[in-house]
């Protein structure tokens, strides 16, 4: 989920487990959006996206959910890995493709083995 | 080997001083994107560009500086105005028509 301050939210599973990253974006007049993941000390991944035409798009291992009606994003990690560990952040913009991607503040994702 | 590169992957400034950090890319994309990111926080956009030769200001522009003269390179100035210059900064790039971004893999920026 997100929140304001200094420290992000955390997410612990156990490795093998599905993860639920959620994301509520905050302009209702956005109609793209991004999932990226971001390993300490790197840049972000683009995971996976979604347009607002759709409601759920599936990629390997990972599922984006749409919900237009409470502004809500979230991401699926079906059997998370020690490698899934990182910060997930969502990202949104309208897709006229000349407006620049806004980032919400990230959820960190902890992998216990 | 195609991608965004950028340098250094450290730098350390001094007081009063304007450093200039290089971002490359060999995509091919139209625009490029300057992100600052605290720690524990998302990214804020400094500065972005769509074209050569023209680039508008992000949400905290202030205290920074960019050209685009060529369309591979969007390097960023942060110049002795930019009060707390300690982070880490991100450049990204991307087709103009589509949104998706593609980021190197960043520069953390310290001050002496």
């Known amino acids: 989920g997100e929140s304001v301050g200094l420290h992000l939210p955390t997410l612990s599973v156990q490795e093998g487990d599905n993860s639920i990253i959620n994301c509520a974006y905050s302009?209702?007049?956005?109609?793209?959006f991004i999932w990226y993941k971001q390993e300490s000390g790197k840049g972000p991944q683009f995971i996976i996206d979604?347009?607002?035409?759709?409601d759920k798009r599936q990629g390997q291992r990972v599922t984006v959910l749409l919900n237009k009606t409470v502004k809500h994003l979230s991401l699926q990690i079906a059997a998370t890995q020690p490698g899934d560990s990182a910060v997930y952040f969502c990202?949104?913009?309208?897709?006229?493709?000349?407006?620049?991607?806004?980032f919400g503040k990230g959820t960190r994702l902890s992998v216990i083995a | 080997d195609g991608g965004i590169t950028q340098s250094p992957k450290y730098l350390f400034r001094k007081e009063g001083q304007n450093v200039t950090l290089s971002c490359e890319q060999n995509?091919?994309?139209?625009?490029m994107y300057w992100y600052r990111q605290d720690p524990g926080q998302g990214l804020r956009l400094i500065y972005y560009?769509?074209?050569?030769?023209?680039?508008q200001k992000g949400d905290i522009a202030e205290g920074y500086s960019v050209s685009r003269e060529k369309k591979e390179s969007f390097p960023l100035t942060v110049t002795s105005a930019q009060k707390n210059p300690t982070a880490f900064y991100l450049c990204?790039?991307?087709?103009?028509?589509?949104?998706?971004?593609?980021f190197g893999a960043g520069t953390r920026l310290s001050v002496l």
């Open positions: 990204a790039s991307g087709f103009r028509s589509l949104n998706i971004q593609y």
């Open positions: 302009n209702s007049a956005s109609d793209y």
């Open positions: 979604i347009r607002s035409n759709m």
């Open positions: 990202a949104e913009t309208s897709n006229s493709g000349n407006t620049p991607l806004v």
């Open positions: 995509l091919n994309h139209d625009a």
């Open positions: 560009s769509q074209i050569v030769n023209d680039f």
